[in-house]
């Protein structure tokens, strides 16, 4: 059984930043893509950065320039630093991964831009 397991989330001021985590753990013999998504209250999910399974990252263009996304592979943990927030980027992050032929989701973890 694979789990993934996010951490990070939080309250931040507009133009603040924070950094999200995510875990895999259990029966993982490799990751392929891996990444984070998000929802806002009312919207559909989105993808907001993610590795690809050739390892190239891909960036929704709403976050180039202000979110990073990075990887610990011995680790198997993907990172998220989130700078210069908005109350547009307001959601759910929910982490996601390609094991083995099958997709994965973390529970979520809120990220409240406000002042």
């Known amino acids: 059984q694979v789990q993934l397991v996010e951490s990070g989330g939080g309250l931040v001021q507009p133009g603040g930043s924070l950094r999200l985590s995510c875990a895999a753990s259990g029966s993982i013999f490799s990751i392929g893509a891996m990444g984070w998504y998000r929802q806002a209250p009312g919207k559909q999910r989105e993808s907001v950065a993610r590795?690809?399974?050739?390892?190239?990252?891909v960036y929704a263009d709403s976050v180039k320039g202000r979110f990073t996304i990075s990887r610990d592979m011995a680790k198997n943990t993907v990172y998220l630093q989130m700078n210069s927030l908005t109350p547009e980027d307001t959601a759910i992050y929910y982490c996601?991964?390609?094991?083995?032929?099958?997709?994965?989701w973390g529970q979520g973890t809120q990220v409240t831009v406000s002042s």
């Open positions: 996601n991964a390609l094991i083995v032929g099958r997709i994965y």
């Open positions: 590795f690809t399974s050739i390892g190239n990252t």
